[in-house]
């Protein structure tokens, strides 16, 4: 027993959990999730990409909301995706990226589609503007889209953990008796 002889034997240190490159991960994504937000980076980009090539406006205030709402959008959906990719993920939790994730993308592709609408009125009908605003209502589907699949998957689990569990049968075997009465 002295200097832990005892214990040598019986237990192991503990494993470092496994490095990745630069801590990035996919394992916290499926593969609809990752394309999805892969997208959606992309597409926003795109918006902002395509609304700082317009040179001239004429009513500039709607031009500059859809600015600052796609970049907006492109940053945070930037930032959720490396929140999925990286270790954070585990330092927040699952159940707090996941709501968080729920009520941000419903909220980006609002305002999205709102700031397309708007570029569309105040639009003074340039090619550039019309792929701008173009890109922007692709990018609140697929904000939206996600929410959908996200609905979807959530409801397919509790049909499918209500279905596993029928309830109270009486030819259940944990329903009959103990003791069989004679």
């Known amino acids: 027993m002295e200097n832990g002889a ?20 996919r394992r916290h994504l499926r593969s609809w999730r990752l394309s999805a937000k892969a997208l959606q ?6 918006a902002v990409i395509f609304e700082e090539i317009v040179e001239d406006c004429i009513k500039c205030g709607g ?9 907006s959008a492109f940053l945070l959906s930037l ?10 993920y585990e330092t927040f939790g699952e159940d707090k990226v996941q709501r968080m994730n729920f009520w941000a993308m419903p ?8 700031a397309s609408i708007v570029l569309v009125a105040t639009s003074s009908g340039s090619t550039i503007e019309r792929v701008a605003w173009a890109f922007g209502f692709l990018a609140s589907g697929a904000f939206f889209a996600e929410i959908i699949t996200d609905l979807f ?20 075997t944990e329903n009959q008796p103990l003791n069989k009465q004679s």
């Open 63 to 71: 031009l500059y909301f859809f600015e600052f709402i796609s970049c």
């Open 41 to 46: 980076a992309i597409l926003s980009l795109l």
């Open 153 to 172: 998957h959530s409801w397919k689990q509790n049909v499918d953990r209500c279905s596993e569990n029928p309830g109270n049968t009486q030819s259940a």
């Open 79 to 88: 930032l959720i995706l490396c929140v999925y990719c990286t270790d954070v």
């Open 6 to 25: 005892v214990y040598n034997e019986t237990t192991e240190p503990q494993a470092e959990p496994p490095r990745h490159p630069f801590g990035c991960t």
């Open 107 to 114: 909220v980006i592709g609002v305002c999205f589609l709102l």
